[in-house]
């Protein structure tokens, strides 16, 4: 079975600049999440997707990320713009999740994100 | 903010011995679930325990809840090299079961 899928690995912007990321969740996985992990910490929560639809975005910072998951499959994470507090890893993670019980998640490789 | 809290942070061990971490929580959960990441394989779940169970068992690990202590146990036995990892304990709760990270545990399993 194929995992999620995260392009790029790494990216290096200046602050000011966009970025986006792009994630593909196993097939037939109905719940996407965005999370941010900066060093040191464990993943927070940034977006939730059921299917198409946005279940959870309340620690999302929403005057500078944005998110999207069309047609209920691949979703982007988009900075713009990017601060300096951004760098961290964005990891990608997919779940089957039907009818919102809460099932184990799977994670991609995540993208590193380094703001200069 | 994140909800759990390991403890220890940091732990060293001989392969071979038993490496247990701990974990406390705030909030009431539907499930609390374990997750091993290393560079190599990324953030890997282990084992998931319901608010309605208090032990249980997968392969060398051994997960314990303590609902009216909010708090959790991950049991590791005959550790191997393999197992050097950081730890993270999530809870899962609220209507959308969203997952709350801790800031994990750093183990180390010296050969």
């Given at each position: 079975e194929a995992g999620v899928a995260q392009s790029p690995r790494y990216k290096i912007i200046e602050k000011r600049q966009s970025v986006a990321f792009w994630c593909n969740p196993i097939s037939g996985h109905a719940t996407l999440y965005w999370y941010q992990q900066i060093l040191g910490q464990g993943p927070k929560l940034l977006i939730q997707f059921q299917n198409n639809g946005?279940?959870?975005?309340?620690?999302?910072?929403?005057d500078r990320f944005s998110a999207e998951r069309l047609k209920g499959v691949d979703s982007t994470l988009k900075i713009?713009?990017?601060?300096?507090?951004?760098?961290a890893v964005y990891l990608c993670a997919s779940s089957l999740d039907r009818e919102l019980r809460s099932y184990e998640q799977y994670f991609g490789p995540g993208t590193r994100l380094t703001v200069t | 903010s994140q909800q759990g809290e390991e403890d220890p942070q940091a732990l060293s061990i001989q392969e071979g011995e038993n490496a247990t971490m701990n974990c406390s929580y705030k909030t009431s959960i539907n499930n609390l679930q374990w997750y091993r990441q290393n560079s190599g394989r990324g953030l890997v779940h282990l084992i998931l325990i319901r608010s309605n169970e208090r032990e249980k068992h997968s392969g060398r690990l051994r997960v314990t809840l303590d609902t009216s202590k909010k708090s959790s146990s991950l049991l590791i036995t005959a550790?191997?090299?393999?197992?050097?990892a950081s730890y993270f304990c999530a809870s899962s709760g609220g209507s959308n079961y969203k997952l709350t990270f801790g800031k994990g545990t750093l183990l180390t399993v010296n050969p």
């Amino acid at each position: 079975e194929a995992g999620v899928a995260q392009s790029p690995r790494y990216k290096i912007i200046e602050k000011r600049q966009s970025v986006a990321f792009w994630c593909n969740p196993i097939s037939g996985h109905a719940t996407l999440y965005w999370y941010q992990q900066i060093l040191g910490q464990g993943p927070k929560l940034l977006i939730q997707f059921q299917n198409n639809g946005v279940v959870d975005d309340s620690q999302l910072p929403k005057d500078r990320f944005s998110a999207e998951r069309l047609k209920g499959v691949d979703s982007t994470l988009k900075i713009q713009p990017a601060k300096l507090e951004d760098s961290a890893v964005y990891l990608c993670a997919s779940s089957l999740d039907r009818e919102l019980r809460s099932y184990e998640q799977y994670f991609g490789p995540g993208t590193r994100l380094t703001v200069t | 903010s994140q909800q759990g809290e390991e403890d220890p942070q940091a732990l060293s061990i001989q392969e071979g011995e038993n490496a247990t971490m701990n974990c406390s929580y705030k909030t009431s959960i539907n499930n609390l679930q374990w997750y091993r990441q290393n560079s190599g394989r990324g953030l890997v779940h282990l084992i998931l325990i319901r608010s309605n169970e208090r032990e249980k068992h997968s392969g060398r690990l051994r997960v314990t809840l303590d609902t009216s202590k909010k708090s959790s146990s991950l049991l590791i036995t005959a550790s191997r090299a393999a197992d050097t990892a950081s730890y993270f304990c999530a809870s899962s709760g609220g209507s959308n079961y969203k997952l709350t990270f801790g800031k994990g545990t750093l183990l180390t399993v010296n050969p």
